[in-house]
Nanobody, 119 residues
Framework: QVHLVESGGGSVQPGGSLRLSCAAS????????MGWYRQAPGKERELVAH???????YYADSVKGRFTISRDNSNNTMYLQMNRLKSEDTAVYYC?????????????WGQGTQVTVSS
């Protein structure tokens, strides 16, 4: 059973930066595509980015050029560097341990970490 723990969320002003981490335990995820999703109040959960086992990233258009996804397979950890944050990035961010190339999340979810972008 994979257990995921997200961290790094917080409150920042527009234009600021945050780095989210997703630490996995219970099983190695080196062979799986992992991903970040977010859910804003009143909206459905949406894909933000995913990364293949070899490190190939995919980004939603809304975050392309501002967010960078990465992974450290030796530590079973995935990251999301978020720069030039906007108010519309405000959401609870979740990681998933097994993401299909077309974006469907089939793996375990973490508990989420809140990101609030406000002046």
């Amino acid at each position: 059973q994979v257990h995921l723990v997200e961290s790094g969320g917080g409150s920042v002003q527009p234009g600021g930066s945050l780095r989210l981490s997703c630490a996995a335990s219970g099983s190695s995820l080196n062979a799986y595509r992992m991903g970040w999703y977010r859910q804003a109040p009143g909206k459905e959960r949406e894909l933000v980015a995913h990364i293949s086992p070899g490190g190939t990233p995919y980004y939603a258009d809304s975050v392309k050029g501002r967010f960078t996804i990465s992974r450290d397979n030796s530590n079973n950890t995935m990251y999301l560097q978020m720069n030039r944050l906007k108010s519309e990035d405000t959401a609870v961010y979740y990681c998933n341990s097994n993401v299909r190339s077309w974006g469907r999340a089939d793996g375990s979810w973490g508990q989420g970490t809140q990101v609030t972008v406000s002046s």
